[in-house]
């Protein structure tokens, strides 16, 4: 016993002091992607556009005229764009990508016919948690997962929050069995057919106030699902969602960004489109 307890101490912590100190190097999995203007041009867009296996990207025009959307709640992280299109797409690997508005995940750019690219919306139409409830979880926070209809990619990141790596109850947030108990409905999934009752009866069954988090492409625009006639997805079709994190899957990290973000312990940095995430 002595051994292990002096073996312990040698070692060190090994716990991530995220949030306190935030890794951005190169390491790592990437969390989401970024439209850099300098480097997008009509043809890069419509080429781009037909390289995405999601909605991610699309395009509305022609090279002398047209739209590039990006959306960010579609990538699934495949890295075609980023590989193929270096100058104009760019992986995001700070964790810190979870957004409380849709609309942050999507950018919009257009170009004329002299080529000029601009963007067009890069909308700010954050829709503000309600402070009031969301403070009331400040200091403990106990969610709820349901997988309505996921891979398990994302649930294999969820299980890593328990790790001595992430030790997501160092933060006292607790994963909780019984909707009776939980402050936060996390989905994970396109939410399929047979898991919509489920998923609908386990939000009644939580007592309010209540949190919603849709967690992964799948759940927050469905993903490579989009257009599947077995899901009722997105999840914001069914719920009001406070706060959405990206990826396919989402990094341990970045989850744990969102659920701080869901209870004001945490800021927005994310927003697609932009050249650098706000503040430091
Ligand atoms: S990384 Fe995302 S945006 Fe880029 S091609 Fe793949 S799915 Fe589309
Ligand atoms: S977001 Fe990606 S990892 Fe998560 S359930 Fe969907 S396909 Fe699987």
Known sequence: MSRWIAKGLKGGIHTTRFPETVTTGEEGAPSTVRVRLQGLN?????????????????????????????????????GRCSREFPSAFTQVRDP??????????????SWDEEHELAP???????????????????HSLHIRHVDAGSCNGCESELQ??????????????????????????????????????????????????KLVIAAGACAISCG????????????????AVDAYIPGCPPTPQALLHGLLLAVGRAGERYRAGQEEPDGA
Do not use: K, W
């Not at 067009?120 to 948690?129: H, I, M, R």
């Not at 909707?179 to 996390?186: E, K, S, T, Y």
């Open 42 to 78: 009509p043809a890069v867009a419509l080429a781009a556009s037909s390289r995405c296996p999601t909605s991610a990207i699309s395009t509305d025009g022609s090279e002398t005229a047209g739209e590039l959307r990006f959306d960010a709640g579609a990538c699934v992280l495949c």
């Open 120 to 138: 067009v919306s890069l909308q700010a139409t954050a829709q503000l948690l309600q402070q009031a409830t969301s403070r009331l979880f400040r």
């Open 160 to 209: 890593m929050l328990s790790s001595p790596y992430v030790d997501l109850q160092r933060l006292g947030i607790f994963f909780t069995p019984t909707p009776r108990h939980a402050d936060v409905l996390l989905v994970t999934g396109v939410v399929t057919h047979s898991m919509t009752g489920p998923l609908l009866e386990t939000y009644a069954a939580m007592p309010s106030p």
């Open 96 to 109: 810190r990508v979870a957004v409380v508005s849709r609309d942050r995940l999507r950018a919009t750019f």
């Open 224 to 239: 490579s699902f989009e257009n599947s006639s077995l899901t009722n997805g997105p999840l914001d079709r069914l719920l």
